[in-house]
């Protein structure tokens, strides 16, 4: 140890050894995304930081194989339009059936728009907080950018409810045009509603019947959603036709055809999982030509 040194050599070999360590638990530095060939990234939140991850490749689903949702369809790709030619447009929040093709849908538009500047960044719902250091890495950049949040759901006390309020009110993206939410819900209001919440009701001496904070409350945040977007049970004529769709696009140059025999397994497929959805349609078509390939050896 010299005689001017700040730290004795065992102190440095010490600090050195801490360094490294630490250097094994702490994330990389990612590299930036090349948005000219990346569509689509998850925001990934690891420790105390975040950072944008490439999609290698996107889902190919495309609009013609989004079926049934005609009138949803036309809703989603009107107001996408409109935004990536630089024009207003709204957040979206598409609710309803469970497997009816929220998902798809915003899928299908990406690919559909991406060679007009389209992006999408997914956020998962627990990390809706980080959305102000998401859209500052989004506003410079000359694309236009989809926030997704697939399945939303949350309690008024999550900090992700409290960003997502702020975003939509364009407290935080009043200077990023560039930057639109999508939201996919179960739930309407996106918050658990409860008998209890019937109690805050009150009648005003007219009769007339007004909701109190609590429920004000719980429909405050898809208010500010512009495009509401629902999604209904689906009927059996629309079940088998994306059924006939995906078996024909599955099945396509293995000669797999639709015949009264697959109609019928179709059917019994969507009795016996319960429910009749798009998803379910393409879980059996799945199955099926997986099936009959397979006995053909």
Known sequence: MTENAWLSD??????DSCLRRLNQVLPEVPAPIDWAQTHAAWWRRRMLSG????????????LADVIGVERQKGLIVGNTSQFVRGLPANNALLTGARGAGKSSL?????????????????????????????????????YRFVLFCDDLSFDARDEGYKALKSILDGAISASCENVLVYATSNRRHLLPEF??????????????????EVVEEKISLSDRF?????????????????????????????????????????????????????????QFARSYVGQVLLQRG
């Open 10 to 15: 065992s102190t440095i070999q010490q600090l």
């Open 195 to 212: 008998v209890s919440d019937n109690a805050s009701y009150k009648v005003s001496e007219s009769g007339e019947l007004h909701p109190g």
């Open 106 to 142: 915003v899928q299908a538009v990406l690919n559909q728009f991406a060679e007009e500047g389209l992006r999408l960044v997914q956020v998962e719902p627990q990390d809706l907080r980080d959305l102000p250091d998401i859209t500052a890495l989004l506003r410079d950049q000359p």
């Open 51 to 62: 950072h944008l991850e490439p999609i290698a490749a996107t889902v190919p689903v495309t």
């Open 226 to 282: 512009g495009l509401w977007v629902s999604f209904q049970p689906m009927p059996q004529e629309p079940y088998l036709q994306i059924a006939k769709h995906w078996v024909g696009k599955l099945g396509a140059g293995q000669n797999v055809g639709w015949e009264d025999s697959t109609r019928a397994a179709a059917l019994r497929w969507a009795l016996q999982r319960g429910t009749r959805s798009g998803r379910t349609a393409f």
